[in-house]
């Protein structure tokens, strides 16, 4: 099982190897593997956290998804997905008054939920406020 733990250790023993320590301990918040696709979603506290777990260029997150079994790794800082659901939010909000662009507003929505950006009960209700949908009891 990978978690954040494991990530941040991996992220500092690569770091060592590479001559590129970090100065200060890691803030890995969570870790999401996504074995279909070999991604490994990492998701670091705050920008300066994200910019340590890439490394220059990349190489460190790039060695550390190798040495975890991933084809890919990409990192992802709490900040910047706490403006993203705000995006998505404002996004539905304007959608409320122009329904011709409902399909392109519901596939935007989707699409944060399968990156992971979004949780499934969110974009329930961002869904259900897009399209007026009562369907069945609110979350």
Request: glycine content about 8%; hydrophobic content about 40%; overall charge positive.
């Amino acid at each position: 099982m990978i978690d954040a733990s494991r990530v941040e250790k991996e992220i500092e023993r690569v770091g060592e190897e590479l001559d590129m320590p970090t100065p200060t301990p890691l803030g890995i918040v969570d870790v999401r593997p996504d074995e279909m696709r070999s991604l490994l979603h990492v998701i670091a506290e705050d920008r300066p956290d994200k910019a340590a777990a890439l490394g220059m260029g990349g190489i460190v997150l790039h060695k550390v998804a190798r040495s975890l079994g991933f084809r890919k790794a990409i990192v992802t800082s709490m900040r910047d997905i706490e403006v993203k659901r705000s995006r998505v939010l404002s996004s539905v909000r304007a959608q409320r008054k122009h329904r011709h662009v409902q399909y392109v507003s519901i596939y935007g929505v989707l699409r944060e939920c399968h990156s992971g950006i979004l949780e499934p009960v969110q974009a329930l209700r961002y869904i259900k406020s897009i399209t007026g949908w009562a369907g069945c009891a609110s979350t």
